[in-house]
């Protein structure tokens, strides 16, 4: 192997975090947290993936608080759930030893179909505007955050980082992309305010740049925070590059760890960072409600463009923020080949975050390390990503339908 591949998987610090390799499990939300609760479903999940070589696991989309939900199986950060998570992260680290566990703090902002809202009445963003999410589920509409809810918001960052340290995590993720609560924000197609945190991007930046205040606050110096953040929100009149590239330098200035730079918006345009065959029919088939599943006929063509799958496809606009910035910088895109793994570290970035090459092959650092001739399998049909609120949640249909063919022959 060459050195670049060694390299790879060599151990390496994330901040002051002492990782056995340098391939981390990207944040996707999974669909195995049943009445928001963290059980067998997530649990097993996450330990195929660190039993397979991984040096550290993120759990995605771990909300804030409970209206952070896009919907209410989603998991938020609670007491009500710390004897949960601890042993989550206990025996994912009993699995593997000297494995971390990064968790990702979220919250959905306008996006959502969350009909147990607990603190409010219907969604909220940085604007008033039409809720295309939860039309189908009776919340059409999402109102303009006050000063008041925005305070609260950060508390609830900051909260969520508290328990995530107490519960045995490594590390905190914040989602600052795919237009989420704090990308709407950032984005001056959901962003129309007209106060301090409104108008100019240094205003739009005010609210991620007090959450990462506030989350380092919770955590202290030495626990790594990571920052998700779009390159472009792929759509007229949302945030472009040039923007994108001075908001990655606040974050750096704001005392940022890490940056994994990623592109779209799951209300927009997510084919931006999946790539490969849309998204549609499969959510159109698990999809139960009558009113969804029409909207996703009409409008899903529309909403999921076709974007050819190549290899490494953020990779030239993330080197252009690796050259802007002094903070780690941690690779996510299309990296599915050992060529591509190559290729990144040679490209100088420290740590490479993998989705679906694991949802296909949890064991992918281990069955890389071992054969130079190594492939992952993932042909990028997106199928995976369809099935979030199906039974069970996601898996790889390729991988049962192999097992299926296999059965079959013997």
């Known amino acids: 192997m060459s050195e670049y591949i060694d390299k790879a998987f060599s151990p390496a610090r994330l901040g002051k975090l002492e990782l056995k390799n ?38 995605g989309y771990c909300t804030s608080e409970a209206d952070g ?40 902002g306008n996006f959502s179909k969350n009909r147990k809202l607990q603190r409010l ?8 505007q039409f809720n295309m999410l939860g039309a189908p589920a009776g919340l059409p509409f999402a109102g303009a955050m006050k000063t008041s809810d925005i305070d609260h918001l950060v508390q609830t960052y900051h909260d969520a980082a508290r328990i995530m340290k107490e519960t045995g995590f490594d590390a905190a ?8 609560g704090l990308s709407q924000f950032i984005s001056p197609k959901t962003n129309r305010r007209t106060d301090e945190y409104g108008g100019s991007l240094a205003n739009r930046m005010r609210l991620p740049l007090r959450v990462l205040e506030a989350v380092r606050k919770a955590v202290g110096d030495d626990f790594p925070i990571l920052g998700k953040i779009g390159m472009t929100d792929g759509i007229k009149g949302g945030l472009q590059f040039d923007e994108a590239l001075e908001a990655a330098v606040m974050f750096e200035q704001g005392g940022i760890d890490a940056l994994i730079c990623s592109g779209g918006t799951s209300s927009f345009n997510p084919m931006v960072y999946f790539r490969g065959d849309t998204l549609d029919k499969g959510l159109i088939e698990v999809e139960k409600n009558p009113i969804t599943k029409l909207g996703l006929k009409i409008i899903g063509p529309k909403m999921f463009r076709y974007y050819p799958y190549e290899e490494l496809y953020f990779l030239e606009n993330a080197k252009k923020i690796r050259d802007r910035v002094n903070c780690q910088m941690v690779y996510i895109g299309g990296c599915t080949d050992l060529e591509s793994v ?4 040679k490209e100088g970035f420290d740590f490479i975050q ?20 190594y492939k992952n399998g993932c042909i990028h049909c997106n199928r995976c990503a369809s099935l979030i609120e199906a039974p069970g949640g996601v898996y790889c249909p390729l991988n049962r339908e192999e097992q299926a063919l296999e059965v079959k022959a013997s």
């Open 22 to 59: 340098r391939i981390i499990k990207a944040a996707t939300y999974e669909g195995k947290t049943p009445d928001g609760i963290p059980g067998d479903l997530l649990l097993d999940f996450h330990r195929e993936v660190v039993e397979g070589g991984t040096a550290m696991t993120t759990i």
């Open 69 to 108: 939900r896009i919907n209410d199986q989603m998991m938020w950060m609670h007491d009500g759930i710390r004897d949960q998570l601890t042993h989550m992260n206990s025996e994912l680290k009993r699995a593997a030893p000297g494995v971390k566990i990064s968790g990702q703090i979220t919250h959905c």
């Open 121 to 128: 009445k219907r969604p909220l963003g940085p604007s008033r």
């Open 173 to 180: 993720e914040i989602h600052f992309s795919h237009g989420y």
């Open 342 to 345: 190559e290729n990144v570290m």
């Open 354 to 373: 993998l989705g679906r090459p694991l949802i296909k092959d949890p064991a992918f650092v281990n069955n890389a390390n071992a054969d130079p001739n």
